[in-house]
C-alpha cells in the first residue's frame, strides 16, 4: 500500500499557490497535533469530516505517534467500508501491525460521529453511540499511554512501570522483540484461522466455519512446527516456551532467555539485513514473514510452501491438482462458488492428513463404516497401501488431488440428486407453507360455518339434509378428490467420496 503524499508545487503563480496552502492547512494542523504521549482526561472522537491519511485500501486517522514516526495509533477505516477499527499502522505503507480485538476477533465500530476514545482513571476506553462500551484495557494506577519505537502501545504507571501493552495481546502480527507466549493467540483478519504454542511446538489452526465444536474441538491443527531442542532441551518444570522473532531473520522458540529450543529461518537469515520485520497470520491461513524494503513488504518466509496445502484454497468439498494449483469440485465437476458431494469416490488426501486421528484397518470398507457409525466423524481417508484409516472430526474443507491408491468418505448435512441442497429446502418450505395454508383456510371455513348456522338458525337435521355440506365418512372424504396427500421427503445424511 502506497501512501499519498503531498510533494512540493513548482512553477505556480502567488494565488494558486496561496490557495493551495490554505486548502493544506487542516492536513498539516492535523499532523501537528499529532502527540506522542496520552495523558489522563484525554478524549478525542472521530471525525468524518477530519482530514486522513490515504492509502490504497485504508484510511486512517492519527491520535497517537511514535517517537521515530514510523508508527501511528488512531482509527483505522478500510476502504469501500462503513467499518472502523482501532490500530497502531505503519506509516509508509499503511499496514495495520496491531488491531484492538476481542476473543480472537478485531473490535469494529461502524463509523460515526459518536465514535470516541478516552484514558481516564487508567483505563484506555473506546465507546460507541449511547456511551457503548467497545473496548477496554488499563489499571487505575495508569498515568500515560505512550507508543514506543517498536510499535508497543503501553499504558503506564508514572513510575514507568507497564500495566498493559499491546505486546501481549497481539491480533495478527508479531514484530521483532515481540515475545509470543503460551496465554496468546494470532488469529487472521477473518477469524478463521489462528495460531498458538503448545507444549514443544507452535501449530495453526482452522476454526470451525459455523462456531461449533466437532469431536470435542472447536478448532483443526492444520500445520506443526515441533522445537528441534537442537541447542536446548525442554524441561517442562521451567515453564511453557515462548516464540519472538529476531532481527536476524528467524523465529524462535525459547524456554527462557538463555535456553533456545528451536529456530525457524527465513530466506534473509544471518544476512545483516537491519529492516522492519513483521510475521502475520494472513486470511487464506498461512503464517509469512516480510520484511520492509523501503518501498514495499518483500515476501520472506511462507509456513505453507503450496497453494494446495493451504486449508481452505478450493472451499469446501474442492479437489486442489498441485501441479497447476487448480481447483475442481469432487468427482470432476468445475468449482463454483461451493462444491457439494457427489456420490463417487475421489483419490484425494488431505495436506495436513498426518495431523489426524488414525487407525490400522483391514480394508477401504472396514474405514468408512467405522466412520459411518461415529457420529462425531465427518469423514475418512483410506490408503490403500498402509491400510491407514484417518478421521475427519471436522466438514471437509480443501483436498490435494492425488494418483496414489487413496479414498475419501464424507459426511454432508444435506445432499440431492443433482448435487445441492438449495432446490430441496426449498421444496421443504413450499410443502410446510402449503400444509399451514391449509390449516389457516381450514380454520377460518369452520368458523365462518358456525356463524352461517347460527344465523340462520337451522336444526342439525336440517344441517344433515344439506347437499352443500362437506358432510360423510372420513373414508369417503378421503377417496375424494377434494384430498391430498402432503409427502415430505428428506435426503441421505452422508455420501461417499
Not at 499557490?17 to 482526561?41: H, Q, R
Not at 473490535?107 to 459518536?114: E, F, L, P, T
Not at 502501545?153 to 505486546?167: D, I, Y
Amino acid at each position: 500500500m502506497k501512501r499519498d503524499r503531498r510533494g512540493p508545487v513548482q512553477d505556480l503563480p502567488l494565488l494558486p499557490s496561496l490557495l493551495l496552502l490554505l486548502i493544506d492547512i487542516p492536513y498539516l494542523s492535523a499532523a501537528a497535533a499529532t502527540t506522542t504521549t496520552i495523558k489522563s482526561g484525554f478524549s478525542v472522537k472521530y471525525s468524518l469530516g477530519e482530514p486522513h491519511l490515504l492509502y490504497s485500501t485504508v484510511s486512517f486517522q492519527e491520535i497517537l505517534g511514535d517517537p521515530g514516526g514510523n508508527f501511528s495509533f488512531g482509527f483505522l477505516m478500510p476502504m469501500n467500508s462503513d467499518s472502523l477499527h482501532l490500530a497502531v499502522v505503519h506509516i509508509p505503507s499503511g499496514f495495520p501491525i496491531w488491531r484492538a480485538s476481542r476473543d480472537g476477533r478485531a473490535v469494529v465500530a461502524r463509523r460515526s460521529n459518536s465514535i470516541s476514545l478516552s484514558f481516564d482513571g487508567g483505563t484506555l476506553l473506546l465507546s460507541g453511540p449511547q456511551g457503548a462500551v467497545l473496548w477496554k484495557v488499563g489499571s487505575p494506577a495508569g498515568d500515560v499511554v505512550e507508543l514506543h519505537p517498536t510499535s508497543n502501545l503501553q499504558v503506564r504507571a508514572e513510575n514507568g512501570s507497564v500495566l498493559w501493552q499491546s505486546f501481549d495481546a497481539p491480533f495478527d502480527t508479531l514484530v521483532v522483540g515481540q515475545n509470543f507466549t503460551s496465554s496468546a493467540a494470532l488469529s487472521s483478519p477473518n477469524s478463521r484461522f489462528s495460531s498458538r504454542l503448545g507444549a514443544n511446538f507452535i501449530a495453526l489452526y482452522m476454526n470451525s466455519g459455523d462456531g461449533r465444536a466437532y469431536a470435542g474441538r472447536t478448532a483443526v491443527m492444520y500445520w506443526q512446527e515441533k522445537a528441534f531442542e537442537e541447542t536446548g532441551t525442554i524441561d517442562e518444570k521451567v515453564g511453557p516456551i515462548y516464540a519472538r522473532l529476531n532481527q536476524t531473520g528467524f523465529l524462535g522458540l525459547y524456554q527462557d532467555e538463555t535456553n533456545r529450543v528451536h529456530i525457524l529461518p527465513f530466506d534473509t537469515n544471518n544476512r545483516n539485513l537491519s529492516r522492519l520485520r513483521r510475521l502475520t497470520l494472513e486470511t487464506d491461513g498461512n503464517l509469512r514473514a516480510y520484511y520492509w524494503n523501503s518501498s514495499a513488504w518483500a515476501s520472506d518466509y511462507s509456513a505453507i510452501r503450496e497453494s494446495c496445502e493451504l486449508p481452505t484454497y478450493c472451499g469446501a468439498y474442492g479437489l486442489c491438482t498441485r501441479d497447476k494449483d487448480e481447483c475442481q469440485c469432487l468427482g470432476g465437476s468445475s468449482a463454483a462458488d461451493a462444491c457439494l458431494p457427489r456420490a463417487t469416490a475421489t483419490s484425494a488426501v488431505l495436506a495436513y492428513d498426518k495431523l489426524l486421528l488414525y487407525k490400522k484397518v483391514g480394508s477401504q470398507e472396514e474405514c468408512e463404516r467405522g466412520c459411518e457409525r461415529n457420529c462425531s466423524c465427518w469423514g475418512a481417508l483410506y490408503n490403500n497401501l498402509t491400510r491407514t484409516c484417518y478421521r475427519m472430526g471436522f466438514p471437509a474443507e480443501t483436498l490435494v488431488a492425488t494418483s496414489e491408491n487413496r479414498v475419501g468418505y464424507f459426511k454432508v448435512r444435506l445432499v440431492t440428486s443433482h448435487g445441492g441442497g438449495g432446490s430441496t429446502r426449498k421444496r421443504v418450505l413450499l410443502a410446510c407453507l402449503l400444509v399451514l395454508l391449509g390449516v389457516v383456510l381450514c380454520v377460518v371455513f369452520t368458523l365462518w360455518y358456525r356463524r352461517r348456522r347460527l344465523r340462520r338458525g337451522l336444526s342439525s337435521a336440517a344441517l344433515m339434509g344439506d347437499t352443500h355440506s362437506p358432510v360423510g365418512t372420513y373414508k369417503e372424504f378421503k377417496g375424494s378428490t377434494s384430498f391430498r396427500d402432503v409427502e415430505l421427503s428428506s435426503s441421505s445424511s452422508s455420501s461417499k467420496r
